[in-house]
């Protein structure tokens, strides 16, 4: 008897098909590269515009990838804050290039989770190996290569690098007997007043409580001064509580502030407390010779981390976290139920990363990273580097010598911290205008209670031109609003 059901269809998309649409797709982002700077940097849409224009609900049958990717160009595109823009010089940057991006669409099409070496030994392995390229790289302390007592492994921010340097010190302070029944003693931890929201926010999740978190005063520099941190332990001492867990930063967020590694270390080893360093941007100028010197003192550290997706043309999300003891963080996070079990792990011979960090799950990061090193080689991420120093360098000598302006704090290296004479007000109307003019986009921030506007100068392919666009926009809209 005949039937009139439907023909079967998987609904997939086929190899050919794939292929077709890839090709599609890597055209549409080349040629959205090539006219970039045609986008006003910062977005001008307004709340709620973006979702008004999506339907209410989810299409009921497959749509023509056509009209999706046109849709990319009339609804996102307007939403995109062009972070990869040459001129985009707010915050710090987060940024791509064309091989980080082929190695991130490789990592999707082989779909790995790298949880175990054993559901992917070239997941792990390609981690570890790339990891430890880093620590000959940058000069780094041969503790954090995984020959030795620690290792690398590849988180998705600084702050869940933060975290984990927090629980790891956390349990080392308790003897692990907070994992099992909760932390019974008051422990308190320091950072400079200048640090990242990410040292507040560990503290928090770790149980340790936003209220045992003393920020530390810093000197002229906006660098934590190691008397203050000293006085603050002997107070917390003195009062019976607990001191476990010291942050200090290469490149604080609102300065690019350095603080003195080797003077905190050195109070840390006395004290018996967890040195974490926090690189976040800055690390990655330590490709250089000549910066290295802002990392004298890593030798105490016992956690270190800094973010390729912010100054390594690694398109995000890519930081990188070492320990001097891998037993520490492997003791403090690890869980092992019965599915989970496997030969490699109980041989011991291996690296399961899913023991390094909070998720179970993670993505083969490691590919991308590997592509950017390969490509660019050690001598090609020097050269953008430098270039990027040399510009903030020039950027700054500009504002120095326009007498309407003033450098607020010297830069060590790619931020520029610097404000029009006159009210936070004022200044904060210069930013509003240049940044609704989509020219450029700069961001701000409070430096001994006055509003600094910031000049960051590191993504992938802003060069001199931009930089003199920029400060000739600057000074346009000074006199405009003088």
Known sequence: MATN?????????????????????????????????AFPVLSKVEPGDIRSQLPQEAPAHPEPFEQILADVEKLIVPGITHWQSPNFFAFFPCNASGPAILGDLLSSGFGVQGMLWATSPACTELETHVLDWLVNALGLPEKFRSSNTGGGVIQDTASSSALCAVLAARERATKFISNRTGAKQKLVAYTSNQAHSSIEKAVKIAG??????????????????????????QQDKAAGSTPFFVCGTVGTTSSNGMDPLDKIGAICRQQNLWFHVDAAMSGTAALCPEFRHFQNGLEHADSYCFNPHKWMFTNFDCDCFYVADRKGLVDTLSVLPEYLRNKATESGAVIDYRDWHVPLGRRFRALKLWFVLRYYGIEGLQFHVREHVRLAQEFAAWVREDKRFEL???????????????????????????????????????LNGRVVLRMSIAQTNTEQRHVEKAWRRIREEASRLA
Not at 416 to 421: M, S
Not at 425 to 438: I, P, W
Request: hydrophobic share 40%.
């Open 208 to 233: 340790v409580g936003s209220e045992n978190l003393r920020l530390v005063a810093v000197d002229e520099t906006l660098a934590m001064r190691p008397e203050a941190l000293v006085a603050a332990i």
């Open 5 to 37: 059901a439907p023909a079967k269809t998987s609904f997939h998309m086929t190899p050919e098909e794939f292929r077709n649409r890839g090709h599609a797709v890597v055209d549409w982002i080349a040629d959205y590269y090539q006219k970039i700077e």
């Open 408 to 446: 607020v704090v010297p830069p060590p290296l790619n931020l520029v911290c610097f404000r029009l004479n006159g009210s936070d007000e004022l200044n904060q109307k210069l930013m509003d205008a240049l940044n609704r003019s989509g020219d450029l986009y700069l961001t701000h921030t409070k």
